[in-house]
């Protein structure tokens, strides 16, 4: 795939670097976009990191960039973390330095493109604003880690964020927890034993079938949180 990923002053490096963490150089042309603030927020964050290698860098006020041009072929662009002050000027189409133009372009080219803002609460300015860069196609992802994994580690945490933008992308994260596909064995082991629901063993069967085989239904709805109904997401 041939990618953006741009990273703004929001708080959040970690997910730009976790996002790349899952992005191999040699499988991928990443073009790679600092706002000055964002390098200021690294190094806040992650103090003496070193900043991310491998990918191809745009300085903010390169309009050379080939991403600034809808006639250079991209598959997506992905900003990450997005500020409220980035996305405020993605949403009024300002364009003004390299990575506006980029996003300007992956609109109206009709390419992919995904703002991961981070920010709470949000000002009615802040939540239009969002309302506008989806209605222009946006994909938006708010940096709102999930817990149902229960992530031992901050890079867990941040992952279950990275990995709804990876499944957007259509890029492949085989490790990701997925909620009612990868039974935790020992938990499954314990119910067997002690002779409990049938829920675990019902979600290991489900996987055990061929790979053409399709998906079981599982019929308890507290495992099946996509079911309609379910409230969850
Ligand atoms: C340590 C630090 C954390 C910040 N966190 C956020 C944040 O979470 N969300 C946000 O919208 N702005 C945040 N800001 C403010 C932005 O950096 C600021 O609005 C800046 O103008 C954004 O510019 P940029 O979008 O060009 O990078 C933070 C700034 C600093 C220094």
Redesign the pocket.
């Known amino acids: 795939m041939k990618l953006v990923v741009a990273a703004?002053?929001?708080?959040?490096a970690l997910y730009l670097k976790r996002l790349l963490d899952h992005l191999d150089p040699a499988e991928h042309e990443i073009h790679l976009l600092f706002?000055?603030?964002?390098r200021?927020?690294w190094r806040?964050e992650l103090g003496d990191m070193p900043f991310p290698q491998g990918c191809v860098e745009h300085g903010e006020k390169c309009m050379n960039a080939p991403f600034c041009s809808g006639s250079a072929l991209f598959d997506a662009m992905v900003v990450i973390?997005c500020?409220?002050?980035?996305l405020g000027r993605v949403a009024a189409g300002t364009s003004d330095n390299a990575l506006l133009r980029g996003c300007d372009v992956f609109l109206k080219e009709r390419r992919k493109l995904v703002l991961v803002?981070?920010?709470t609460p949000w000002n009615l300015i802040q939540a239009r604003n969002i309302v506008t860069v989806m209605e222009a196609g946006a994909h938006v992802v708010p940096a709102c880690p999930g817990f149902y994994s229960r992530p031992q580690t901050v890079e867990a945490v941040v992952d279950t964020v990275v990995a709804r933008v990876l499944d957007y992308l259509g890029i492949a994260n085989p490790g990701t927890f997925r909620w009612g596909c990868e039974p935790d064995a020992s938990k499954v082991a314990a119910a067997r034993s002690s002779g409990g629901s049938a829920s675990p063993p019902d979600l290991l069967e489900g996987r055990s079938g061929q790979e053409s085989d399709p998906p079981k239904t599982v019929q308890n709805s507290k495992n099946c949180p996509h079911e309609p109904g379910s409230g969850a997401s």
């Open positions: 703004t002053g929001a708080s959040g706002t000055g603030y964002a200021q927020v806040e973390p500020s409220m002050g980035t803002p981070r920010e």
